[in-house]
């Protein structure tokens, strides 16, 4: 338990969801403004972590189909900011280098079959295919900026919760 135990129970649910759906990776990486296909753009090497396995080839990505490649693109736009801090880059890293030296390629192939079970095109989720990509742009109410960081650690500390409660009820009656 505890909060390694949770830590380590992130990485391997992100490296399962990287395993599963390749696709995503690519468009995050654009959205966070690294350059994955032309060079080292941060202190990780994203091209040749890329170029090291077919499960991070565009033909894997696009073998997924439309509708993980319409929601790829949908996460990217409105979740890449979120990945653009170091730490968070530095995680996404960690778990695409578990999921490309340390899976085997059946596990790989085994998930790659069950995402596309999953996303196929009769999926209930292929309603989401509709959504236009213009229409995710900063139209959406995000939350504000002096509320802080909501992927800041201190926020999941149950001791700060009171701490935290307080602060927000106090910025609530300051800005109506």
Known sequence: GGARGDGDKATEELRSALAAYPGFLRP???????DWAHGRSTSMDWPGLLA??????????SGQ?????????????????LWKRPDLEAWLFEA???????????????ALA????????????????????????????????DLGNVLDPALLDPRRQAELAAQMLWQRRQHG
């Open 65 to 81: 189909g439309r509708l993980v490649a319409h929601l790829a693109t949908c996460y990217a736009a409105r979740a890449g900011p």
């Open 114 to 145: 069950h995402a596309w079970s999953v996303m196929g095109e009769a999926s209930p989720a292929a309603k989401y295919l509709e959504i236009p990509l213009s229409e995710l742009g900063d139209a959406y109410e995000q939350l504000p900026p």
């Open 96 to 110: 695409a280098q578990g999921v490309t030296y340390s899976s085997p390629a059946s596990a790989l192939s085994s």
């Open 52 to 61: 090291s396995h077919e499960h991070w080839s565009p033909e894997t990505a």
């Open 28 to 34: 995050l990486l654009g959205a966070c403004g690294v």
